[in-house]
């Protein structure tokens, strides 16, 4: 573990050059040179050398299986910046799209994306109606152009009342998910509109309705003179719950990150936290990059013997 430290703390202050950035630059870049070419590929070059060096290194610690987000910070982003509203949006997508390609070479299987909370609903209508028509673009344009989507093998859900969104976002989203369902390369998961208090009503309200239909089918069974087993059990199990949340089938956060500073999960995956290592760097979402990324791994693989210990702890309790 020291020698990784000392490694990414090398890196950070050596070679940030030469790490790719999710941060892109708004503005269009000037025609290069047939000499900046060649040196651009050579950093690119080196750059791949060196992540392909770290990532062998945290290899041998324990890998996270599944990172969510907070993506947080793109409103301060576009205003630090003076652009206008909306673009820190659009530079957040470029980081999520690249951080999505990072945890792939990482061999992380799943990624969460906090991107729209319901109660978002209550900002300004002209900035909920701009951040559908970004929603709307961005999905068409992940369905048009799937080089990401097929360089992972990548399988998209989106989580949360779909019926709150504006129906041309809504159908896209449909799309993007029948078209992806059969991939099983990285899993990523868009929660949108989402929030966790949402998300248990939800399964309780799913699994009242799995009871009352058992309840009626041995109903109809005994009327009809058919032996009938005992009945369904009254108890609620969290297993029971489990099985009705948007993320049944998926493993638990090992890691959850909120960019920007902020320390508050904002009813984001409350039920499936408990023993997720909880991390708040101080980069807004669109500044977010590589090696923050490694960095997060790093503090998630000193901590893994602590929380394994209590994750264990809790299995025999219960």
């Known amino acids: 573990m020291a020698f990784i430290s000392a490694l990414l703390l ?23 040179q047939p000499d900046e070419i060649v040196t651009t590929g050579v950093l690119e070059s080196l750059q791949n050398f060196i992540r392909k060096c ?31 509203e909306g673009a820190g949006h659009r530079v ?9 390609l990072y945890c792939y070479e990482m061999g992380v299987k799943y990624i969460t994306v906090y991107a729209f909370s319901i109660d978002n609903f209550k900002r300004d209508p002209t900035e909920v109606q701009t951040l559908m028509e970004l929603m709307e673009e961005k999905i068409n344009e992940l369905l048009e152009n799937r080089n ?9 859900n989106f989580w949360g009342n779909l019926d709150m ?3 041309p976002v809504r159908l896209a989203a449909q799309k993007l998910m029948a078209s992806t369902s059969r991939n099983a390369g990285l899993v990523l998961s868009v929660c949108m509109p989402y929030n966790s208090t949402s998300e248990i009503a939800n399964a309780v309200n799913e699994l009242c309705a799995e009871r009352r239909d058992m309840m009626q089918r ?25 099985r009705h ?29 408990t023993f997720s290592h909880l991390q708040n760097p101080e980069p807004l979402w669109p500044e977010f990059s590589w090696r923050h990324l490694v960095w997060a791994i790093l503090q998630y693989q000193r901590v893994y013997p602590y929380i394994e210990q209590n994750r264990i702890q809790a299995k025999k309790q219960l």
């Open 10 to 32: 090398t890196l950070r202050k050596g070679t940030d050059s030469f790490v790719c950035h999710a941060v892109h630059d708004l503005k269009m870049e000037k025609e290069k």
């Open 165 to 167: 969104l504006s129906e």
């Open 54 to 84: 770290i990532v062998a290194v945290l290899s041998y610690g324990p890998m996270p299986r599944h990172i969510a987000f907070i993506m947080d910070g793109n409103r301060r982003y576009a205003k630090s910046r003076s652009i206008k």
């Open 92 to 100: 957040g997508f470029s980081a999520l799209m690249a951080s999505l």
């Open 245 to 273: 949340m948007y993320t049944a089938g998926c493993p638990d956060p090992d890691i959850v990150i909120r960019t920007s500073g902020e320390t508050r999960l904002s009813n984001f995956l409350l039920w499936q936290t």
């Open 218 to 242: 041995e109903h109809a069974g005994s009327s009809n003179g058919r032996a009938v087993g005992s009945g369904a059990h009254s108890d609620i199990s969290v297993a029971d719950l489990d």
């Open 148 to 156: 990401v989507i097929n360089k992972v093998n990548c399988k998209i």
